[in-house]
Every structure is written in C-alpha cells, then in structure tokens.
Nanobody, 114 residues
Framework: QVQLVESGGGLVQAGGSLRLSCAAS????????MGWYRQAPGKQRELVAR???????NYADSVKGRFTISRGSAKNTVYLQMDSLKPEDTAVYYC????????WGQGTQVTVSS
C-alpha cells in the first residue's frame, strides 16, 4: 500500500511563503506523475502543479510564476514551494501519485490571511 504524507502547511500572511513536502513510502519514480492538488471549502479539488517522470512540469494558471514543484534528492519526496501567497490560495493541499491507480495523501491545510 503506497503511503503519501504531506507536511509544511500552516497559517501565513498574504505575500508570504510556505514549502509543502510530500514523502512517499517508495521511490516517486515508480509513478508516472506526481502532483499537488488543492480543495477550498465548497469547491472542487483542482490541480495545482505536477511533475512527470522526465521532470516536465505543469502549473495551474492561477499559480504560475508563484509556485514551484520539485523533486527531492532522496527520490521519495516532492516539494511545492509557494511564494507570494494570496488569500485565495487557502485550501487543503493534497499530494497525488499517478501509477496504475491514483494514490492520495491525507492533505495539509494552508491558510493565507489578508
């Protein structure tokens, strides 16, 4: 059973930064794509950023230029560096690993105050 554990969420003022971490129970290169999603209250879960096995990245338009997804040197960690945070970035952030099936972490809360 694949386990994904997110950490790094918290409360930050608008304009601040946070770095989220996702630690996987196996090498992330076992999966085709690693991604970060978020879900705000009353809204659907949406893709924030993803990175494929080759290292290609994609971002939601709303976070381009502010967020950066990367892989750790330990090969079982994915990060999401979030800069210039806005109140509308407030959500629960989930790590996702896409293989034969989707795997999800439990989520970490990010709250951005104005």
């Amino acid at each position: 059973q694949v386990q994904l554990v997110e950490s790094g969420g918290g409360l930050v003022q608008a304009g601040g930064s946070l770095r989220l971490s996702c630690a996987a129970s196996e090498t992330i290169f076992s999966f085709n794509v690693m991604g970060w999603y978020r879900q705000a209250p009353g809204k659907q879960r949406e893709l924030v950023a993803r990175i494929d096995r080759a290292g290609s990245t994609n971002y939601a338009d709303s976070v381009k230029g502010r967020f950066t997804i990367s892989r750790g040197s330990a090969k079982n960690t994915v990060y999401l560096q979030m800069d210039s945070l806005k109140p509308e970035d407030t959500a629960v952030y989930y790590c996702n690993a896409k293989g034969i099936i989707d795997h999800w972490g439990q989520g970490t809360q990010v709250t951005v105050s104005s």
